[in-house]
């Protein structure tokens, strides 16, 4: 099973990622945690890239070709053998955000962001995706308060942020609403340990007793049928 986590910064994605693995070890899976820019030494290195600003002097194709090009990585040496040997994935943000970040903040065309996703991606498509959600004055509290930039220059740049964060999540509600079978979006506004629940619950209810316990995940055919056995 291949879960990722999707929504805004300060959303509470990799806590709620860290918490989910853990119950799912305690009770008896096996899990593997990643995380994205990143996931594997090369897209590791691509995150450092993207991540330092360097990257935004390229423009906004060129970081959305890397964040592919880190991703493509990522599925070839974590995702996919780690899928393949049965175990359950769960992964701090993935394709979503590059639909969500590259196409608001970056202003990429939605039918490119679509190609380079069919792409890179293929029928490697999350089983379940949770979108943390909150609004967006929640999530620059949290953001200015785990920056301690609370003051005037906050002030200055409240509205546009305000905007931008309305803008992402608004996104991240789009992808959702597309992709209904696929997404659930949670909210994040609830104490930690009750998202963490809730989340629990609705994994639990859709994994099977045996994923992440022996049986491998069946190879599927590019229309997401499994693959007939030889
Ligand atoms: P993180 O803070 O969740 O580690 O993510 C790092 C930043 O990278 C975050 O601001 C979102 C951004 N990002 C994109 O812009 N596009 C992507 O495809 C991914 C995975 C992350």
Do not use: W
Not at 181 to 188: D, G, N
């Amino acid at each position: 099973m291949f879960i990722t986590f999707e929504g805004s910064d300060g959303s509470g994605k990799s806590t709620q990622a860290r918490l989910l693995a853990h119950s799912l070890r305690r009770a008896g899976h096996d899990v593997v945690e990643t995380r994205e820019p990143g996931g594997s030494p090369r897209a590791e290195a691509i995150r450092a890239l993207l991540l330092s600003g360097k990257a935004a002097r390229l423009g906004a194709l060129a970081e959305t070709v890397l964040f592919n090009a880190a991703r493509a990585d990522h599925l070839r040496v974590t995702i996919r053998p780690s899928l393949a040997r049965g175990a359950i994935v769960i992964c701090d943000r993935f394709a979503d955000s590059t639909r969500a970040y590259q196409g608001v903040l970056g202003k990429m065309d939605d039918d490119l962001l679509v190609a380079a996703e069919a792409a890179v991606v293929g029928d490697t498509a999350p089983d379940l995706t949770i979108i943390l959600d909150l609004p967006a004055e929640l999530t620059l509290e949290r953001l200015g308060a785990r920056r301690e930039t609370v003051g005037e220059a906050a002030d200055k740049f409240e509205e546009e942020a305000l905007a931008h964060h309305d803008a992402l999540r608004q996104a991240f509600l789009d992808i959702a609403a597309l992709a209904p079978a696929r997404c659930v979006v949670v909210s994040a506004q609830a104490p930690v340990e009750e998202v963490a629940k809730r989340i629990f619950a609705l994994v639990m209810d859709r994994v099977s007793p045996e994923a992440g316990r022996s049986a491998p995940r069946p190879a599927k055919n590019t229309d997401g049928r499994p693959k007939r056995q030889r």
